[in-house]
């Protein structure tokens, strides 16, 4: 499957940023699907994601309570609502997607975007 995010920009601390994630593919509904994100000089990290099934969804402490992920299988297309940014949220983020249930760590997927750039002023 191919990926492609969009969606990102530049924002002020405070404001809202829906990022999408569409793939071609008739099995996209057979992935679980994550976001990740990488800051200059840092190490991707996790941000969160969403199971194939039952469409459950699991976060980063770091963005739990203020970014959602959710998935459309029609549209082949999974989002990212980002709420109350913060500086701190500046990244390049990455969608990526893995057959079977989701994971946290970079190397367990197999598919992935080519990422969007997400910045935050202050």
């Known amino acids: 499957v191919q990926l492609q995010a969009s969606g990102g920009g530049l924002v002020q601390a405070g404001d809202s940023l829906r990022l999408s994630c569409a793939a071609n593919g008739r099995t996209f509904s057979g992935y679980a699907m994550a976001w990740f994100r990488q800051a200059p000089g840092k190490e991707r990290e996790f941000v969160g994601a969403i199971s194939r099934v039952d469409i459950s969804t699991y976060y980063a402490d770091s963005v739990k309570g203020r970014f959602t992920i959710s998935r459309d299988n029609a549209r082949n297309t999974v989002y990212l609502q980002m709420n109350s940014l913060k500086p701190e949220d500046t990244s390049v983020y990455y969608c990526?997607?893995?057959?079977?249930?989701?994971?946290?760590?970079?190397?367990?997927?197999?598919?992935w975007g080519q990422g969007t750039q997400v910045t935050v002023s202050s």
């Open positions: 990526a997607g893995r057959v079977g249930g989701y994971r946290t760590r970079p190397h367990e997927y197999d598919y």
